[in-house]
């Protein structure tokens, strides 16, 4: 089977662990059909009952100094890499035509989410909790769901959700892990600081397709990024930010600086 269409299936596993450990198994260097167009999913793929999503600003973890406000930070870690899982096989399975080095590197995102959903579920486990006990928000497939419906549409799901959404752990990853160090979560800490290696890489490869698919329609980067962050309404994002991450992952200065400028 051609392995967009695996990435569809994966997709549709209502269970986040069982979807870790099929991606895990998944034969990544079997054959990819590039040019297949694979009709979607009715529906939102792949969402199990738990957690209950509600509105980001309704989240609220509590205090770090409580065993149930500990987990609840994880938890969010958590679901945050549950939806990277969900984007890597979307963005594989959806977009047809691109080279087939595209897929090959969402395929390699796939894996990691997967290996980084797996670390951080077997340590909420040794909390005392599971994923789903506490609310989430959907803020990653949503942005996801707003930017599918054409050409255009594929080179902003290229370039706002690594860009702008995942870009943002690489600025929020230093401070969270600094909190659950603080209370003596050193295995998080740990877990954090391979995060963090491994999401400068998937950064750099919506980073690096992006600028491809700029090159390829002859629109400048730093100009269109800004139209479909306002078109999709991406969120806006306001420092700290992690330059040495951003920079590791291909962010050039004019990118920084317009960062810098809102």
């Known amino acids: ?43 939102i793929p792949g969402r199990g009952e738990r957690p209950p999503l509600v509105p980001h600003t309704s989240i609220k973890t509590g205090s770090l100094a409580t065993p149930r406000g500990h987990a609840a930070l994880v938890h969010s870690i958590v679901h945050i890499e549950k939806n990277a899982i969900d984007l890597a096989l979307d963005i594989c399975w959806r977009f047809a035509g691109m080279p087939e080095a595209f897929y090959r590197d969402w395929l390699q995102v796939a894996f990691e989410e997967a290996y980084h959903f797996t670390l951080l ?95 390829q329609r002859g629109i400048d980067p730093v100009r269109t990024y800004a139209e479909l962050t306002l078109k999709y309404e991406a969120p806006k994002l306001k420092g700290p930010f992690n330059l040495a991450a951003r920079r590791a992952a291909g962010f050039n200065d004019a990118e920084l600086a317009a960062l810098a400028q809102g």
């Open 1 to 43: 089977m051609n392995l967009r269409r695996q990435c569809q299936q994966l997709l549709a596993i209502p269970g986040p662990v069982e979807k870790a450990r099929a991606v895990t198994a998944l034969d990544r260097n079997a054959p990819i059909d590039t040019e297949e167009q694979i009709a979607p999913i009715d529906g």
């Open 121 to 215: 579920h077997d340590h909420l486990l040794t909390l005392g909790f599971d994923y789903g006990d506490f609310p989430a928000h959907d803020g990653l497939w949503s942005m996801a769901e707003r930017t599918k419906g054409d050409i255009l549409a594929r080179v902003a799901r290229v370039a706002l959700v690594p860009r702008t959404l995942e870009a943002r752990g690489l600025d929020a990853s230093p401070a969270v892990k600094t909190k659950l160090v603080s209370i003596g979560d050193h295995r998080a800490g740990e877990i954090l600081d391979i995060i963090l290696r491994d999401e400068i890489g998937h950064v750099a490869i919506g980073n690096c397709w992006y600028g491809w698919l700029c090159a």
